[in-house]
């Protein structure tokens, strides 16, 4: 998707909550490291930040409220299949982050995923259950 700018942005309040753990094998393999840094302009952190959304009733939503997304297809590696993601780009505070939604998720609906080059809970002194603010960069359909 080329974009010069976003056409307006979201505004996406959650809670962070402690994940499964998995994220880090994901984001260590190559095919998603090169997804997020062609994204990010760099090398993605190994782990997620999740955010449990409070005022949106999950992912369904915003993919309504902010249709012109990425969705990224499953990816078959080495005889595997690897579920893919849908993907915004948004802002955590002046952090370029992807908010992700896999689509083999375990969690909960309202659960997305933040992905950025950072370890955002030091970068921006996030500890669990802190309430996080993002900025979600939204496009008009062509």
């Known amino acids: 998707m080329d974009h010069v700018g976003p056409s307006y942005r979201v505004r996406l309040r959650g809670r962070y909550v402690k994940g499964l753990g998995r994220s880090g094998f994901f984001l260590n393999m190559e ?24 005022d949106l009733g999950g992912y369904e939503e915003l993919r309504k409220i902010c249709p012109e997304h990425e969705a990224i297809g499953d990816i078959s590696l080495e005889g595997k299949t690897y579920g893919g993601l849908y993907l915004w780009r948004a802002l955590l505070g ?44 939204c496009y008009e359909k062509p």
Request: charged share 35%; hydrophobic share 30%; net charge negative.
């Open 31 to 54: 095919i998603y490291k090169k997804i997020f840094r062609e994204r990010l302009g760099t090398e993605p952190y190994p782990g997620t930040l999740n955010i449990e959304v409070e």
């Open 94 to 137: 002046d952090t370029k982050v992807l908010l992700i939604r896999p689509y083999r998720s375990s969690h909960d609906p309202k659960i997305l995923e933040v992905v950025s080059s950072e370890k955002l809970v030091e970068r921006h002194g996030i500890r669990e259950g802190d309430r996080v603010t993002i900025d979600i960069e």
